[in-house]
C-alpha cells in the first residue's frame, strides 16, 4: 500500500519521538508498504527551521534528499495539477503545507500518516 507521511509523522519517525502512534509505526516499518514524502514537507521544515521553531532540524536540512533514501522514503514532487487542487479546494484550512499533502493524497490515492484531524475536512483517507 502506498503512504504519504504528514510532516510531523516524517519529524517523529526520524528523531524516534514517542509521539509516533503504535499504528503509524507498523505501517511505516513495514517492508511492502511504499513510504512517500513531499517535497512540501522540506519546504516546510526548512522554513520552521528557518524561523526558529526547529532547531534540531539543522542536519536533516543540509542532506534532505540524502536523509530520505537512507529511511526508504520516495519523493512526491508538487505538480501543478497539485497546485491548483490546493489552492482551489473549498476547505477553510488555511495551513499552505497541509492543503498541499491534502491535495496530493487526494490526486494521488495515498493515505496519510497524520494525527491532525484537520483532515477530516479534505475527505481524504488517514491513519493514525
Do not use: C
Amino acid at each position: 500500500m502506498s503512504y504519504l507521511l504528514d510532516t510531523h509523522a516524517l519529524l517523529w519517525w526520524l528523531f524516534d519521538d514517542s509521539r509516533l502512534s503504535r499504528r503509524a509505526h507498523g505501517v511505516m516499518r513495514d517492508p511492502g508498504n511504499q513510504l512517500r514524502v513531499s517535497s512540501a514537507s522540506a519546504w516546510e521544515i526548512a522554513t520552521k527551521h528557518r524561523l526558529g521553531k526547529l532547531a534540531s532540524a539543522g542536519p536533516l536540512i543540509s542532506d534532505f534528499g540524502g536523509f530520505m533514501v537512507k529511511a526508504g522514503f520516495s519523493e512526491l514532487t508538487v505538480t501543478w495539477a497539485h497546485a491548483v487542487r490546493a489552492g482551489a479546494w473549498d476547505v477553510a484550512h488555511r495551513d499552505p503545507f497541509d492543503r498541499m499533502l491534502a491535495a496530493q493524497a487526494s490526486l494521488d490515492g495515498l493515505t496519510l500518516v497524520t494525527a491532525d484531524p484537520a483532515f477530516d475536512d479534505f475527505g481524504i483517507a488517514a491513519v493514525w
